[in-house]
């Protein structure tokens, strides 16, 4: 167990001069406030603050930082207020320590990805202020994933879900490579409990036999660099993570046994020059694999991540990787953005303005400022942070870094939002290519833009980047909208007329924002908008404005309304109201009434179990997607409607699996009767052999609920060469 002692040792060893007593002060303090409380795993609550400080201290931060780690719950889990921090401890501590708070000023209605969007909001907002928030909080999720096993199994995953999607791949881009690593393990063995235990006991076999392989590759490596007389400061040999393993084998396909480049060999050079040197001598040595050469040196990552790889064909004819680069690149690799808040010669290097340093941070404040939508906002963060890179250049050979199948409409939003819009074709190197051309390292870029042009909605079909499919989301919406609205006003203006009572009169009252929010709506224009969609009818807005008598008396003359000033019955009151003659029931609620007439998104199948959503669509009904439906996002959320599954033991729904295997004799034998065991009806199934000598087999079944398709993925993973289980 860590002390405050050896922390204070840690941190003496890298700033002589730094004030301890600050952090033996806070250290008291934290020891006072958190008395009496304990963790899940009975020990006192003091031991965390300990080590989320100690975690701090091994990527050498500053006095502040970790005073903000012993401090970092004080908030958030006893009476200490923002003041006392502040008062005790200076201004600068308490931003930290607010930065790494959790809102608790939140909605008690608010749902579980709406708090889990404000969070990152304002995580967002401190840590483009000052980089070290994200430093601490990524110290205190690396101590929370160590001890989880102490948590219940369903907030295991949760967790471990939420650190594999956001805070591994943050410590990626941070360029915090340990963290990161240790991070997706943890996150994996929660996960998938029984593919990280496999994959753990095949690593320390394999870890065993080679020993011998590692040093006599460093010893091969060291040999030729004396040879051509280059100095070298070390050689390295490590095994990759169980994570990238497992990653690298679902990717490709891959049996363990087919993966050929589980160790990778890194050299320390005394400097740059000598790092190009020792990549020839590696080239000149053993055959390099066409397409496998990287060089991050002349372009670094954006996490300023610098170093050369090459794949060779090795000694003993396996695939083997190297990593070439000075020992400040390698400094920079192991602590990354921390690097810039390390202490050197007892002086703090500052990373100065962080948001405007890196590129990376930068976008990810335009997604605070303009995406409002919770899902739309989380989806664009976790797709920004998680996806592979290609590096392509500008006509004035800037680089630009974009996902990795990045297209050129994603480029042109990566220049500036005016010119995505405005997209119409692209040349690369010269040459025109369709706006789908995927992009390759290397390319060349030029947009060609038209003023008069929108961006389409089949562009959602094939960009990548966040802001190019937040862009393009966000016009759809505003359509759609536009649409709404001008058929909501027509329909209130006409319900409005026969009582000689006009819109534009009603909100320049002030009257019409009174009935807006009377019937749960901020604004004027957010009714009418709803009125258009048919969620509120023209008649639930002129009951706020004419009295019963009056609607009684003129319904009872039969004043003509005309076919043209027939306002048009609610969609949704109309799909309520459409009971239908099936023996059973749809399998969900809408606004609390079952049976309601609904049909469900093919496009991601939902099953009881899964967290859904409904669309309303003029004449077409209710529409009940997943809500993590790519759709969803690409839809204006006033046609949003809350829906709740409400099932009988016996109903069922049809999901399509696509499992991928290698093609050995059984395997559909072995597939069927793990379905049979799980009680799972098999609708019709296609199998067909790639020419790769792999399997994809397409089976659509009758799933009760997401229990049971999550038991049923699981029994067949553990089947002999199955590779991947995607529900699609």
Known sequence: MLRLNDILDRVQSYHPDADLDAIKKAYVFSAKVHQGQVRKSGEPYLIHPLEVAGILARLKLDEASIITGLLHDTIEDTLTTMEDITELFG????????????????????????????????????????????????????????????????????????????????????????????????????????????????????????????EDVQDILRAKLAENNLSVLQVQGRFKNLYSIDKKMKKGGLTFDQVHDLIAFRLIMPSMPACYAALGLVHTLWKPIPGRFKDYIAIPKPNLYQSLHTTVIGPFGDHLEVQIRTEEMHRIAEEGIAAHWAYKEGKAKSAGDDATRFGWLRQLMDWVRDLKDPKEFLDAFKGDLFADEVFVFTPSHDVKTLPLGATPVDFAYSIHSDIGDRCVGAKVDGKIVPLRYQLKNGDTVEVLTNPNSHPSKDWLNFVKSSRALARIRGYIKEQQRGQSLELGKGLTERELKRFNLTLNKLIKSGEFKKTAEALGFRTEEALL??????????????????????????????????????????????????????????????????????????????????????????GRGITVHTASCDKVLATDPNRRIEVTWDVKPDFTRP??????????????????????????????????????????????????????????????????????????
């Open 91 to 214: 201004a600068e501590v308490a931003q930290l320590v607010d930065g790494v708070t959790k809102l608790s000023q939140l909605s008690a209605n608010a749902s579980q990805e709406e708090k889990q969007a404000e969070n990152f909001r304002k995580m967002i907002v401190a840590m483009a202020r000052d980089i070290r928030v994200i430093l601490v909080k990524l110290a205190d999720r690396s101590h929370n994933m160590r001890t989880l096993e102490h948590m219940l199994p369903e907030k295991q995953k949760r967790i471990a879900q939420e650190t594999l999607d956001i805070y591994a791949p943050l410590a990626n881009r941070l360029g915090i490579g340990w963290i990161k690593q240790e991070l997706e393990d943890l996150s994996f063995k929660y996960l998938k409990p029984a593919e990280f235990q496999d994959l753990h006991e095949r690593m320390e076999r394999k870890k065993k036999a080679s020993e011998k392989y590692i």
């Open 529 to 618: 908008v709803a009125v258009g969609y048919g969620k509120v009818l023209p008649t639930q807005i002129l009951a706020k404005h004419v009295s019963p008598e009056k609607l009684a008396d003129k319904e009872a003359v039969g004043v003509p309304r005309g076919p043209e000033l027939v306002p048009e019955e609610s969609t949704l009151t109309r799909i309520i109201n459409k009971v239908t003659n099936r023996d059973t029931k749809s399998g969900v609620r809408i606004n609390g009434i079952d049976d309601a007439l609904v049909i469900f998104g093919r496009c991601c199948g939902p099953v009881p179990g899964d967290p859904i959503i409904g669309f309303i669509t003029r």
């Open 655 to 728: 999901v399509t699996l696509r499992i991928m295997t290698t093609d050995r004799a059984g395997m559909i034998a072995d597939i069927s009767t793990a379905f049979s065991k799980k009680g799972v009806s098999i609708i019709q199934a296609n199998c067909r052999v790639t020419t790769d000598d792999r399997a994809v087999n397409t089976f659509e079944v009758k799933i009760s609920n997401l229990k049971q398709l999550e038991e049923l993925r699981s029994v067949i993973e553990r089947i002999s060469g199955v590779i991947e289980v995607m529900r699609s």
